[in-house]
């Protein structure tokens, strides 16, 4: 076996480097086999590497405790000599559990990265603001909703008195349709994105989550907050309902909505009139659009049109 100074992790998104020695399995590709091998006298697990295209060990090392993370539930990235993989499998999931063991398996995937004059977006647009995770929190054991970084505030609700702002990004989101769409008859793609910047203030002053959720009582299950998709963390005042198939999720703070977006599900007939009714009442009362961002629409207070809105 061959042993080598080298440093090789990276773990959320963030550079740690760890120096030690690794080695190398004869006929194995340096890069692949480079794994640490640190002082004896540290807690180390005894970790497995899998090849998830291949389903083939390609290596095996005792890694340090502390240079694992608490939980594989988040996005976790190890940068392996000039090559990345994910981890796209953890067996087991959290150190509690391979503490006990002392062992673990990781799956990894290699990045395979990809020029950027090549890459097109599934959407024209995205919100250039997310909320963080706030800190030392965890979805486990909890009732959560889970939303992917790119469906935050797709489709909200805002205040009628910002319909300039709303205007000029509707302008700038034409736009990408126009000069940077490409379609293969069943959707686009694109190979621009605008990135849409905060609005100053989205809602009126004085909506009151008690409030928000007594329109849709009692029709609503409640969830215990919001995490994204990858993370093991809550989000920051999060907080989420649904009504039927539609998900209604946003941030308070100190119980004042702040924000508050919607993903539409299938529509259920049984209950689609009263929640139209409760949509129409809610909106009138704070007079409110709901505007979706990607297709462009901005739907007013009238129970037609929010009755169409939710069925396309």
């Not at 509690?96 to 020029?115: C, D, I, N, W």
């Not at 849409?196 to 009126?204: G, M, N």
């Not at 297709?295 to 009238?302: E, N, R, Y």
Request: glycine content about 6%; hydrophobic content about 40%; overall charge negative.
């Amino acid at each position: 076996m061959l042993y080598t100074l080298m440093s090789v992790w990276s773990v959320y998104g963030g550079t740690k480097s760890v120096y030690g020695y690794y080695y190398c399995y004869p006929g194995i590709d340096t890069i692949q086999s480079a794994f640490l091998c640190l002082e004896m006298n540290m807690a180390t697990i005894e970790t497995i590497f899998i090849d998830n295209s291949t389903g083939q060990v390609f290596g095996k090392a005792e890694m340090p405790v502390e240079n694992l993370p608490q939980s594989f539930a988040l996005d976790t990235t190890m940068h392996i000599g000039d090559e990345d993989w994910t981890v796209a499998n953890a067996e087991p999931m959290t150190a509690e559990e391979f503490m006990r063991t002392g062992k673990l398996v990781l799956t990894l995937q290699k990045v395979v990265k990809v020029p950027a004059k090549d890459i097109l977006f599934t959407l024209p647009t995205l919100c250039d603001e997310i909320p963080p995770v706030l800190a030392g929190s965890t979805k486990q054991g909890k009732h959560i909703c889970e939303l992917h970084e790119d469906d935050w505030r797709q489709i909200e609700f805002i205040s009628i008195a910002q319909q300039d702002a709303i205007d000029d990004e509707f302008t700038k989101i034409r736009d990408i349709y126009q000069k940077f769409s490409v379609s293969n008859g069943q959707f686009f793609v694109f190979k621009h994105i605008h990135v849409r910047q905060p609005i100053d203030v989205l809602l009126p002053e004085g909506i009151l989550l008690d409030q928000l959720t007594d329109f849709f009582a009692p029709m609503l299950s409640r969830y215990d907050g919001i995490a994204y998709q990858g993370s093991d963390g809550l989000i920051e005042g999060g907080f989420a309902f649904s009504v039927a198939t539609h998900l209604f999720y946003g941030q308070h703070v100190d119980g004042m909505v702040k924000m508050l977006g919607i993903k539409v599900g299938a529509s259920v007939p049984t209950k689609k009139e009263d929640i139209v009714y409760a949509l129409q009442h809610f909106m009138t009362t704070y007079r409110l659009y709901l505007v979706d961002w990607c297709s462009l629409q901005i739907i007013p207070a009238d129970a037609e049109m929010i009755s169409t809105f939710l069925e396309d």
